[in-house]
């Protein structure tokens, strides 16, 4: 996979244009399938998660229905970021998070008192 980088410009984002082959494969498959993308460092997993979440958005599934997990608090940040610009309207709630922060909302959803 090779990374390419994508320009967040509000409405004008060319999804197809920016994805090499296996991304845009990716892509296509989250379109209509659970996917995972896995792969060694750098080779463009959060720019592929990215463009599937801006993709869905584009189609019309609310931003508030977006969870992308990562590895780490700061690549979590750094995607959020992304999709607020890339999305180009306020949200409520974190768009991105780690697999434990999300854990522990689901525990806490359940269980107040922790």
Same mark, same amino acid.
């Given at each position: ?5 994508? =320009?967040? !410009?509000? !409405? ?9 082959? =296996? !991304? !845009?494969?990716?892509?296509? =498959? ?5 996917? #995972?993308? @896995? ?17 869905? #958005? ?7 229905? @977006?969870?992308?997990?990562? =590895? ?14 890339? @999305? ?7 768009? #991105? ?18």
């Amino acid at each position: 996979m090779t990374v390419k980088h994508i =320009s967040f !410009q509000k !409405q004008e984002l060319d999804l197809p244009g920016l994805l090499d082959d =296996s !991304q !845009q494969a990716a892509l296509e =498959s989250a379109r209509s399938h659970n996917t #995972a993308i @896995i792969g060694a460092p750098g080779t463009g997993k959060s720019s592929t998660l990215l463009a599937i979440a801006l993709d869905a #958005a584009k189609a019309g599934l609310a931003p508030a229905d @977006i969870l992308l997990l990562t =590895s780490n608090r700061h690549r979590a940040a750094k995607l959020r970021d992304q999709l607020f610009l890339g @999305i180009g309207q306020p949200t409520s709630g974190a768009l #991105a998070k780690t697999p434990t922060s999300w854990a522990l909302e689901i525990v806490k959803s359940e269980l107040p008192e922790v």
